[in-house]
């Protein structure tokens, strides 16, 4: 066969026989069971920190064994917590991910950074121990917590805080940064922070972070910030102890999905779950809670919010066009509530990029599984999942097949309202969620 004369640069090509061959895996993989009902999902480094709706390790554990090889590259262009890149360091790929957010690249890093586990005890006895003695003498230490933050996040910190957890936040925190070792500072930075996201009960007045709802409570049980960081820092460290590290390389860093800073052609496999439309799980809500203490000022948190896929601003914002069938599910929310429409507009705009960005970095004939929830705008159903299938195909992937899978909800975090019905609208729509599964084709043509 004859090479066609492109004005591209050479594009590398998988034989038919093993494209085809690719695509029946991939077809035979979603019609297994993924719902994971009562099984235990905590091994490993999993549970370092509280962190909302993110999959179980067994989802991506089974794409990544049965569609790559040792070597091979596996992407999760919007990392979250890291599920995907740990199993693809586990199963001794090249993970690479990207997230926008901070408090993402901190969990996501240090899940797959090999720690010195007695040093870093020794080095977390040494910061409480440094921390107790701070606290000797508390006007210092306000006097450095004033200094420490700028107005607006000093106001949100005295809002949210209890004086004395203010106090032994500061004086933790300070002690921490003092850590030489950028490793072991970075697992104490994220045991710290833990004792401020929590399940349940933490050292904020806010209740229900981890579940990216918080709301504040007048009366509060206080609790010892410096006493949760000890036990955290334990049960990480018996996690780490747990895990066997590897050799394989990874490449976790800040990146924008709609703008990945990778090649043409060098991703063997992606598996991501993007974010609800509209903030339905809305995560800087939640972590700026630890990353303001972590040195980001609060109003940059706020900025960066704006800029998530699923967020709601509107102004100056750059819209694709749609598929028809998108286009019209669009078009039936617009008519329920306008504001909303275009929300869902932004929403699939940015997914088209994200999947434009996946289609570029793929190999030809390799894989992308989108696991997705879908949820209803003025009762007006968004379809997440045709809707992406259909902006994918539009794109030039191939849509090999939508599965549906139950949300375990006794194992995975979700939003929940507080006050008025029990049953919720976003409680409603996060029983179940879809895997999107698509393959890059093999050749690729170029029409003059």
Same mark, same amino acid.
């Given at each position: 066969?004859s090479q066609?004369?492109?004005?591209?640069?050479?594009l590398?090509?998988?034989?038919?026989h093993?494209h085809?061959?690719?695509?029946?895996?991939?077809?035979?993989l979603?019609?297994e069971?993924f719902?994971?009902?009562?099984?235990?999902?905590?091994?490993a480094?999993?549970?370092?920190?509280?962190?909302?709706a993110?999959?179980p390790?067994?989802?991506p554990?089974?794409?990544?064994?049965?569609?790559?090889?040792p070597g091979?590259?596996?992407?999760?262009?919007?990392?979250g917590?890291?599920?995907t890149?740990l199993?693809?360091?586990?199963?001794?790929?090249?993970?690479?991910?990207?997230?926008?957010?901070?408090?993402?690249?901190?969990?996501?890093?240090v899940?797959?950074?090999?720690l010195?586990?007695?040093?870093?005890a020794r =080095?977390a @006895?040494?910061?409480?121990? %440094? +921390?107790?003695t /701070?606290?000797?003498?508390p006007?210092?230490? &306000?006097?450095?917590?004033?200094q420490?933050?700028?107005?607006?996040?000093?106001?949100?910190?005295h809002?949210?805080?209890?004086?004395q957890?203010?106090?032994?936040?500061?004086?933790?925190?300070?002690?921490i940064?003092?850590?030489?070792?950028?490793?072991?500072r970075?697992?104490?930075?994220?045991?710290?922070?833990a004792?401020i996201i929590?399940?349940?009960?933490?050292?904020?007045?806010?209740?229900?972070?981890a579940?990216t709802?918080?709301?504040?409570?007048?009366?509060?049980?206080?609790?010892?910030?410096?006493?949760?960081?000890e036990?955290?820092v334990?049960?990480?460290?018996?996690a780490?102890?747990a895990?066997?590290? =590897?050799? @394989?390389?990874?490449?976790? %860093? +800040?990146?924008? /999905?709609?703008?990945?800073p990778?090649p043409d &052609?060098?991703?063997d496999?992606?598996?991501t779950?993007?974010?609800?439309?509209?903030?339905?799980?809305?995560?800087m809500?939640?972590?700026?809670?630890?990353?303001?203490?972590?040195?980001?000022?609060i109003?940059?948190?706020?900025?960066?919010?704006?800029?998530?896929?699923?967020?709601?601003?509107?102004?100056?914002?750059?819209?694709?066009p749609?598929?028809?069938?998108?286009?019209?599910?669009v078009?039936?929310?617009?008519?329920?509530?306008p504001?909303?429409?275009?929300?869902?507009h932004?929403y699939?705009?940015?997914?088209?990029?994200?999947l434009?960005?996946?289609?570029?970095v793929?190999?030809?004939?390799?894989?992308?599984?989108?696991?997705v929830?879908?949820?209803?705008?003025?009762?007006?159903?968004?379809h997440?999942q045709h809707?992406?299938?259909?902006?994918?195909?539009?794109l030039?992937?191939d849509?090999v097949?939508?599965a549906?899978?139950?949300?375990?909800?006794?194992?995975r975090?979700?939003?929940?309202?507080?006050?008025g019905k029990?049953?919720?609208q976003?409680?409603?729509?996060?029983?179940e969620e879809?895997?999107?599964g698509?393959?890059?084709?093999?050749?690729?043509?170029?029409?003059?």
């Amino acid at each position: 066969m004859s090479q066609l004369s492109l004005p591209l640069a050479h594009l590398q090509t998988e034989p038919h026989h093993a494209h085809l061959a690719t695509r029946d895996r991939l077809q035979a993989l979603l019609q297994e069971d993924f719902d994971f009902q009562g099984q235990y999902a905590a091994h490993a480094t999993h549970n370092l920190h509280p962190f909302p709706a993110k999959f179980p390790p067994q989802l991506p554990r089974r794409f990544i064994q049965a569609l790559t090889q040792p070597g091979d590259v596996v992407l999760d262009p919007m990392m979250g917590s890291g599920t995907t890149v740990l199993e693809a360091y586990l199963a001794q790929r090249t993970a690479v991910g990207f997230d926008i957010d901070p408090l993402a690249r901190l969990l996501a890093q240090v899940k797959v950074t090999p720690l010195p586990l007695d040093q870093t005890a020794r =080095t977390a @006895a040494e910061v409480v121990v %440094e +921390a107790r003695t /701070a606290l000797a003498q508390p006007d210092a230490v &306000a006097q450095s917590l004033d200094q420490r933050f700028n107005p607006k996040s000093r106001d949100f910190i005295h809002y949210w805080f209890p004086v004395q957890s203010q106090l032994e936040l500061a004086a933790l925190i300070q002690a921490i940064e003092r850590v030489e070792s950028s490793t072991i500072r970075a697992c104490l930075q994220l045991a710290f922070s833990a004792t401020i996201i929590t399940k349940s009960a933490g050292v904020s007045l806010a209740r229900d972070l981890a579940h990216t709802r918080p709301h504040k409570v007048k009366e509060a049980e206080w609790r010892s910030p410096i006493g949760l960081f000890e036990k955290r820092v334990g049960q990480n460290l018996a996690a780490f102890a747990a895990m066997g590290w =590897t050799s @394989a390389p990874t490449q976790l %860093e +800040a990146g924008d /999905a709609q703008q990945l800073p990778l090649p043409d &052609a060098s991703v063997d496999l992606i598996v991501t779950s993007p974010p609800y439309a509209s903030n339905a799980i809305d995560y800087m809500r939640a972590h700026k809670f630890s990353l303001v203490w972590l040195g980001y000022p609060i109003e940059d948190l706020s900025q960066r919010r704006r800029e998530y896929v699923g967020g709601e601003a509107l102004d100056d914002f750059s819209f694709e066009p749609l598929p028809d069938y998108t286009a019209e599910v669009v078009a039936a929310v617009e008519k329920a509530d306008p504001r909303k429409g275009r929300v869902l507009h932004r929403y699939y705009s940015e997914m088209t990029r994200v999947l434009r960005e996946m289609r570029r970095v793929l190999k030809p004939g390799t894989c992308a599984i989108l696991v997705v929830g879908t949820s209803t705008f003025k009762g007006q159903a968004t379809h997440v999942q045709h809707c992406l299938g259909d902006v994918g195909q539009a794109l030039g992937l191939d849509l090999v097949g939508i599965a549906e899978r139950r949300i375990d909800r006794n194992r995975r975090m979700m939003p929940a309202r507080h006050g008025g019905k029990t049953g919720s609208q976003i409680e409603e729509r996060m029983h179940e969620e879809y895997l999107i599964g698509f393959q890059k084709p093999a050749y690729v043509r170029c029409l003059n």
